[in-house]
């Protein structure tokens, strides 16, 4: 039996308003279930409110997930560029409004398929899983809407200024 690790964060606003938020850090065995993990975070919740003023408004539990190093790519391809994106809009059950998921990196080799990009095997499993859900995960739109198909697909290309900064692609002359 494997520990997974992870931390919850709890948002709380005091009387003027103003936000704040702290992380509780945990490990937990990975046997563990969601209702397991739910019901200590609730736990926690009573305890935080009984030595605060401020008003818990949230709470989020995120599980570090340890990467499955056989089937990933243990670095990118040379060709990969955050700026390159595949958003795929969805539709929601009973909601007019179309579900963006962008995929950013997108393969070079799918990108290059232009307007086709849709067709390509890994994409159309990778839809069909968001759609019919995993052996227990239930894939939903940001507003945890039910997504019932895809709408269309536009391929984009993104700035994402932040990344760019703190990259360089200059090199030193030799001899420096």
């Known amino acids: 039996m494997a520990n997974v690790t992870g931390f919850i964060t709890t948002s709380v606003v005091d009387y003027l308003g103003d936000p704040a938020a702290f992380q509780t850090f945990f490990t937990t065995p990975d046997t563990s279930t969601l209702a397991q993990v739910i019901t200590d975070a609730i736990a926690l919740q009573d305890k935080q409110d009984k030595v605060m003023d401020g008003q818990i408004v949230g709470m989020e539990v995120k599980i570090t997930v340890p990467l499955d190093i056989t089937a990933i790519k243990t670095s990118p391809v040379n060709t990969a560029e955050v700026e390159r ?59 945890l809407n039910d997504i019932t198909g895809v709408l269309d697909g536009v391929l984009t290309f993104r700035k994402h200024r932040k990344s760019l900064i703190r990259s360089s692609f200059e090199e030193a002359p030799a001899g420096e």
């Open 85 to 143: 994106t595949g958003l795929v809009n969805f539709k929601q059950q009973n909601i007019k409004y179309k579900y963006g998921y962008d995929i950013p990196t997108l393969a070079r080799t799918i990108w290059d398929l232009g307007s086709a990009w849709l067709t390509d095997a890994n994409v159309k499993a990778l839809i069909d899983l968001i759609i019919a859900g995993g052996t227990v995960l239930g894939y939903d739109s940001k507003f």
